[in-house]
């Protein structure tokens, strides 16, 4: 199974987490052509550009897991893409929890709202998250899906005191850090955790080509 492998490579996990990726059906978030690539641990397309991806499974739960994320958690999630990500926070969160999650792309924030829309504490936002802190209020922890080449400070001074943000950091063309950053009063904590490879921020882009 998908999610004994990822814990056996890269675990331990917190069995949450990996119920979600037993329990959220990955199929119903990539595109017809890539149904019978669901269950790899690989990202695949969410268009013909290379624009935006459903990342590998694994990626969110490397996430997850700095985040700590668990039950009664509210999440801001930042880049739905199709939504699966939302999804698994939504199984990890449970009733108790919520998750917010913010689209750049109209067309991939309509995707997102069609999949989640059965799932009660789950709302998708569409508009660009750089340009809205906004969408972060009242989260206690934040994941990122795309790279930054730098964490923006509206993001950091939007966490509450006790607050988790986990990030790619860095160029398409260059190496990219999971990069975790925790407020602790008027400080930051922020420390990296290995390389990664993330679709870059498309911040300021408005339009995008159909698929």
């Known amino acids: 199974m998908l999610a004994e492998r990822i814990d056996a490579q890269l675990g331990p996990f917190d069995r949450a987490q990996l119920a979600a990726l037993v329990d ?3 199929e119903r978030f990539v595109r017809p052509a ?3 690539r669901a269950d790899e641990d690989t990202p695949l397309a ?3 550009e290379g624009l935006a991806t459903i990342s590998a499974p694994h990626a969110y739960l490397l996430s997850f897991r700095l985040l700590d994320l668990r039950r009664g958690d509210r999440l801001a999630e930042l ?5 699966y990500g939302a999804a698994l926070a939504s199984h990890i969160v449970g ?3 919520s998750v917010v999650t913010t689209e750049i792309d109209p067309r991939l924030a309509a995707w997102a709202a069609r999949t989640l829309a059965p799932i009660e504490n789950v709302r998708v936002v569409e508009g660009d998250a750089v340009e809205m802190p906004e969408a972060l209020r009242g989260a206690q922890k934040v994941v ?4 930054v080449t730098d964490v923006p400070r509206a993001w950091t001074d939007a966490l ?3 607050g988790v943000l986990v990030a790619p950091v860095g160029a398409r063309d260059r190496d990219q850090k999971l990069v975790r950053v925790r407020r602790a009063g008027s400080m930051l904590e922020r420390t990296e955790h290995g390389a990664v490879r993330y679709v870059p921020n498309r911040s300021g882009q408005r339009k995008f080509v159909s698929q």
């Open 160 to 162: 509450p005191d006790g």
């Open 46 to 48: 969410l268009d013909d």
């Open 34 to 36: 890539d149904a019978g």
């Open 24 to 26: 959220v059906p990955r």
């Open 79 to 83: 880049g739905s893409g199709s939504g």
């Open 95 to 97: 009733p108790e929890g």
């Open 144 to 147: 990122v899906t795309f790279a």
